[in-house]
């Protein structure tokens, strides 16, 4: 076996034993009531590039998401639409816009925090929605039986980043429809030096 064989196998043991980390930043996902208020009636999102996850995308839409203290703007929108509104930014961002939301998986808007979305003249007031997304990891139920995980469970992941450090309090979404990554927020992401290509290292 020559050199270049060995890296190779090495690289397939590195990816068998890890998970690719992706750094997730500020975002919103819209309801169809949401793109009629903000982009007018029957406009429909205009898809860019698709992310790790199958069916979502990136779109060319961007708001501003407008709080008691202060505006974040060219917030990007991310499709497909969503049975209701919902914003997602981090803890440095919520502290910029003057909101205390609450660390929550996506979707889990029950109690929290309303945020205003405005797109030029137009503008949609959220009574919930606003979270800072809870550090998770995406995976197929075949990965999570690799892994020896289950859906709902809380792990620790080493990122083995040019800073490493190990993340508690991981939560592990098992599903068919979903690619296995794991998801930080771009405030985790850059206390671990992050980069793109970077993996981590799933600890019970």
Known sequence: MNAHEIERLAEAVVRRVTVEIE????????????????????????????????????????????????????????????????????????????????????????????????????????????????????????DAGQFGVRNGQSVRLKALTARPLTFGEVEVRVSEKFSTVVHLDYDEANACGFQKGDRGLILS
Not at 121 to 140: D, F, Q, Y
């Open 23 to 142: 750094a997730s930043g500020r975002h919103v996902h819209l309801s169809r009531a949401g793109v009629d208020q903000l982009f007018g009636v029957g406009y429909r999102l205009n898809r860019v590039k698709d992310l790790s996850q199958p069916g979502q995308f990136v779109c060319a839409e961007r708001v501003s998401l407008v709080g008691p203290k202060g505006e974040l703007k060219n917030v990007v929108v991310l499709g497909p639409e969503r049975g209701e509104c919902q914003a997602e930014v981090s803890l440095t961002d919520a502290v910029a816009l003057g909101c205390k939301p609450p660390v929550r998986l996506s979707g889990e808007i029950e109690g929290t925090p309303g945020i205003t979305l405005r797109h030029g003249n137009r503008e949609l007031r959220l009574e919930r929605g606003l979270i800072v997304a809870k550090r998770h990891i995406h995976m197929t139920p075949v």
